[in-house]
T-cell receptor, first 114, second 115 residues
Framework: DSGVTQTPKHLITATGQRVTLRCSPR?????VYWYQQSLDQGLQFLIQ???????AKGNILERFSAQQFPDLHSELNLSSLELGDSALYFC?????????????FGPGTRLLVL | GESVGLHLPTLSVQEGDNSIINCAYS??????FIWYKQESGKGPQFIID???NMDKRQGQRVTVLLNKTVKHLSLQIAATQPGDSAVYFC???WGNGAGSYQLTFGKGTKLSVIP
């Protein structure tokens, strides 16, 4: 158990809908990262937050957004969902994110868009 | 990146044998490297890490070797067990020059242990 929690574990929705994925980092970690894992793209970095502020962006679509709250939990919002958004979404956390350090991953949310 | 799935490189080893999983990384500025293990339906799990000022690091039954000259990492697992069956990813950690360090994952190798 990494100490990172994610909810829900599974999510099934329809095209055009909007969903919110939630992540709680390890105790003491200030940085949260979101990744997408799909069959044809592997693990792709989406976005990083540090202590409530956006720190870095990766391959995140404009239909997707995230935020980190004062209690350091984070939410990833996916809107106008398309079939191709079906994937595993992972959250990871690290102590600071401003230096080379290990990221610890949560169990993921499996999203299926029908 | 390559897929986790149909096109994933696969390594099959006999239980008790040693396994060697290789990884080529892309960024010569990367200064920290991590190996992760991902079991089916679970998130990547940290196995071992190594900084760029080292060329070898050992853990419990695992060893990571780093060759910066050819940008190559390897993970050696001694006395491979059925519980080692999983997909293994190497990841390189690099700074983007704006105060953030990011992980870029390798393609992944599926390790299958034959009992």
């Amino acid at each position: 158990d990494s100490g990172v929690t994610q909810t829900p574990k599974h999510l099934i929705t329809a095209t055009g809908q909007r969903v919110t994925l939630r992540c709680s980092p390890r105790s003491g970690d200030l940085s949260v990262y979101w990744y997408q894992q799909s069959l044809d793209q592997g693990l792709q970095f989406l976005i990083q937050y540090y202590n409530g502020e956006e720190r870095a962006k990766g391959n995140i679509l404009e239909r997707f957004s995230a935020q980190q709250f004062p209690d350091l939990h984070s939410e990833l919002n996916l809107s106008s969902l398309e079939l191709g958004d079906s994937a595993l979404y992972f959250c990871a956390s690290s102590v600071a994110g401003s230096g080379p350090e290990t990221q610890y991953f949560g169990p993921g949310t499996r999203l299926l868009v029908l | 990146g390559e897929s986790v799935g149909l096109h994933l490189p696969t390594l099959s080893v006999q239980e008790g044998d040693n396994s060697i999983i290789n990884c080529a990384y892309s960024n010569s500025a990367s200064d920290y490297f991590i190996w992760y293990k991902q079991e089916s339906g679970k998130g990547p799990q940290f196995i071992i890490d190594i900084r760029s000022n080292m060329d070898k690091r050992q853990g419990q039954r695992v060893t990571v070797l780093l060759n910066k000259t050819v940008k190559h990492l390897s993970l050696q697992i001694a006395a491979t067990q059925p519980g080692d069956s999983a997909v293994y990813f190497c990841a390189e950690n690099w700074g983007n020059g704006a105060g953030s360090y990011q992980l870029t994952f390798g393609k992944g190798t599926k390790l299958s242990v034959i009992p």
